[in-house]
């Protein structure tokens, strides 16, 4: 016990917990009700009861057959951390009755989770409905307290990985994929979630700076249209000179370089007339800036027509100087049409004017993209390198919620169903294990549940699946592999090896080799076959009887 | 200018700003590009040049005309608290090119925004598209490094305030809202923004601690399934005496005195056939917990043949020793239906056994409720009291973002405009003035934008009203009262009277009361007529001038 006390002193204290905390995330960050409720088990002595809650979710999000997990890790730390201050307890105590006893905060004082066990399936798997994501098992008063901030901690973080990964899988392994939802993600911690668990779900860089700093995410971000509107003219350009890359000499006069080359763009380009003097100083201004990795929004007055020519005007000239340019953004009109209708005019003046890699400047588009967007970008043909989502990605705005719920399923040793009139929110009794099934191929099968003291699936050993509600359906399988998903990550007063919590990095890691691990099928945006999700035979006899068991026979009347 | 700059401090360290800082808004809660440009103006000296930027939406969210403007108070805290830490700048500086300037960092190292100036329509007011709900000026670059904390903390602020006024429309004064939504809502953050939001925007109180004891909201909460499915039987009640509330005696065998109600009910109800035990042993032990405002949740296994004979039971049991039971919460099936059983059953009893009072035990309902769902039982008739309601209300699921932008209309005094194909999209320029015109009705009728420097419309004069865009919409007004629209919150270095940031309670009343004046056609729910939203004459004139000067010319080809 003692050794057990010690693992979890190690998760708070040495650093083992990656990351740092969410100062939002206290066990205040609760329903009241679940504080009424452990008043309501102190009253009757009824708080130090074993009970067995599984957390899962009901339905795939956004239409599809899969969901990836995410989440954990803040849960483990919560847990870790989970103490009532003195300030605390008097705002529970102020929020409770009048007459509630005294004796029940001393004993929320010394409440904390080391005789909570927390079994979870690793963050960043892919996982299906039904099947418990969490079993949390302990005295029953603590463990309703964890409901609250776990099922907050997991919904938006499942919901929002899962979404990206969807935007990924759309969108292809080669292109770049950047978060930019800060500005509309739902408050300051749905931005910094948001940019946390796309990164989980496969994004490759945000621009949220501060989820940068905390996470340690690839950030990226050149300039906006303000940026180009807030020059008038080329005269407000007052320092032209601009060293070459290697130090060697200086050029004094950039600007006019920029507009010599950008005459001879003009010829190239055949259309005649000035392109917007203000986008032109602001993008010579920016390349001053950042001459190494110039970037500019092409759109702000007209792509073709001003936008580009002044992109690679300046960008020829930083090439005269040594320097690269990075690329350009399109943020408005038909991305499709602009990113080719620039992809060929980079690729001329590669061809003209002899400068190789002209042609594969990063082309990244923006503007209110979400899967359909992509789809149809794809089907169109599009010469887009890079693209930045943010509104529908962060907020999850195709299904902006995951009903993941936190059940009891068994309590002093007997199991515990909640029925429902609606057959999909009946919950699976009895403290459970669950396995994963691969087929030959290497894909993953079915997932089964069983009784705590089923033996395991054996590699090579047929066994039936079957549906936990519908009686026809079911499935022998014989298993080529065999996972056990639930892991120990917080082992209460047991003396239990804890599972690593591994660094965003390897979660992420995980997530994408997880994704391209699965069936296709399962996985294509229209129609997808759904995952099996099944429970062992022994268990679905149980489940049966006891729902015949709980049920109110029904009187015709 | 001390004289201002004391204001500032005032805001910032006597408590003027209410409430607590949220301390994941730091000047990092940003979009790298802010910081790429803050450096890009800097290398140009052109950081210092005073800009002018609008914040404003384009469209009204839920397909309704009008908004509920919020999170202008976080703005403010966040502004007064502006200050890049040592630790923050050598992030930034990592973030950006290894070439930037040290002397940047130094810059950034004394910024903050004492020479910035922000004027705001009060938080809580019903606003519109196209108005700027804050004008904010200084320096280019300090300000570019508060649009993105000020949309984030915006949008979602007012997205979910809009949609709590919404819920409080369809479910009518007489009822009380309960926000349910924490376990659902994006984030930790998000749920504790939208409890503070949704009771701004009409909701009277929150199931979410944390944001109670952060905002002073009411709380609320009894229990949940997993209460009640933790008993297996009345055995489990080892304590079974309770004292009268005037404490005159002790009742010994409390479970008796309800098994004695409960089998008068049966006779009254006409059902046969025992209730389900292990819930009345749960209802029982709640009753011990809280006798004084004893709430059940009826549902878990059928609530007419268990829940509210149960529940009936132990309340009239209560008010044999002079408690007085609070009511039931349904969570499931047809809530109009099972409302109108309830109360039925509740008035049976109270006419029965005369219990005065018991027919109008509150009712409250939750599961998966909207507008949608709100609007139905109003219209199949229902018997609720109260609806507890959480994923659609937190999450905006309706529609889970606001477009809230933030552009530059003026730098070094020249107005700027930002066009787009889409002429939704254009930016209204100039440093302006708003003002909302009130018929004579007492509604108002039309908002209007001017320049600066004309003069406020008069009571009693007439003044033309322009569509911004289009040429052949505009009204003459004949306004009886006239409010300008945006008032000083953070005066930079003007020694102007500040506008006081009220508690909570007055922006919800400001926001309930604001609803309650709008004219009945703007407010329905089925083609709401929108409101109209103008600029004067002169500003017109100015638009469309600037307008044609800056668009390219096309070419026919």
């Known amino acids: 016990m003692e050794a057990a006390k010690n693992n979890n002193n190690e998760r708070t204290s040495n650093g083992s917990i990656h990351g740092p905390t969410n100062p939002m995330v206290t066990p205040l960050l609760n329903d009241l009700y679940q504080f009424t409720m452990a008043y309501a088990y102190w009253k009757a002595n009824k708080h130090q009861e074993r009970a067995v809650f599984d957390l899962y979710f009901r339905k795939n999000p956004f239409g599809g057959e899969y969901t990836v997990f995410s989440g954990l890790e803040e849960c483990i730390r919560f847990i870790a951390n989970f103490k009532l201050s003195e300030d605390e307890i008097d705002f529970v105590r102020q929020s409770l009755s009048p007459s509630c006893e005294d004796a029940f905060f001393d004993y929320l004082r010394g409440l904390d989770c080391s005789d909570v066990e927390v079994y979870a399936i690793p963050e960043g798997t892919v996982v299906f409905p039904k099947i418990p994501l969490l079993r949390v098992e302990g005295p029953v008063a603590a463990v309703q307290l964890l409901e609250t901030p776990f099922v907050n901690l997991i919904n938006f973080a499942s919901l929002v990985s899962t979404n990206a990964a969807r935007h990924r899988k759309v969108a292809g392994k080669s292109k770049t994929l950047l978060e930019f939802g800060l500005r509309r993600a739902q408050g300051p911690d ?149 990113s080719c209708q620039a992809r060929k005019f980079f690729c001329s003046i590669e061809k003209e004017f002899g400068v190789p890699g002209f042609g594969k400047l990063i082309i990244t588009a923006s503007n209110d993209l979400n899967e359909e967007t992509l789809d149809a970008l794809n089907k169109q043909g599009h010469e887009v390198d890079a693209f930045g989502i943010g509104t529908y990605l962060v907020t999850c705005y195709a299904q902006a919620a995951l009903g993941v719920v936190f059940k009891l399923v068994d309590i002093n040793n007997q199991p515990r169903i909640k029925l429902s009139e609606d057959v999909s929110k009946v919950s699976i009794p009895c403290k459970k294990r669950s396995y994963r099934l691969y087929g030959k191929e290497g894909y993953p099968l079915v997932d089964i549940m069983t009784g705590e003291d089923e033996p395991p699936p054996k590699v090579g050993e047929r066994i039936l699946c079957r549906h936990p509600f519908q009686e026809s359906k079911r499935a022998y399988v014989v298993p080529q592999r065999v996972e056990e998903l639930l892991r120990c990550y917080w082992p209460g007063n047991l003396d239990k090896k804890l599972e690593p919590l591994p660094p965003l990095k390897e979660i992420r890691e995980r997530c994408i080799n997880q994704l391209e691990q699965m069936r296709p099928d399962h996985m294509r945006k229209l129609n997808p076959t759904p995952y099996k999700v099944s429970v062992s035979a022994k268990l679905y006899e149980f489940i049966h009887f006891l729902w015949l068991n709980e049920a109110p026979v029904g009187e015709l009347q």
């Open 190 to 338: 749905g931005g910094i979630s948001a940019s946390k668990y796309c990164y989980i779900g496969g994004f490759d860089a945000t621009s949220n700076v501060a989820a940068g700093k905390l996470f340690g995410i690839p950030l990226r971000g050149t300039h906006s249209h303000a940026f180009v509107s807030s020059y008038m003219s080329l005269d407000e350009i007052t320092d032209r000179s601009l060293r070459r890359k290697d130090g060697s000499s200086t050029c004094e006069d950039f600007v006019s370089l920029v507009q010599t080359w950008l005459s001879k763009i003009q010829l190239l380009n055949g259309v005649f007339g000035e392109t917007n003097q203000s986008e032109l100083a602001a993008f010579i201004s920016y390349a001053f800036a950042f001459p190494d990795n110039f970037l500019a929004l092409v759109d702000t007055y007209d792509v073709m027509r001003s936008g580009i020519p002044n992109f690679c005007a300046v960008a020829l000239a930083l090439g005269d100087l040594g320097y690269k340019a990075g690329g350009i953004r399109l943020d408005s009109g038909d991305l499709a049409y602009l």
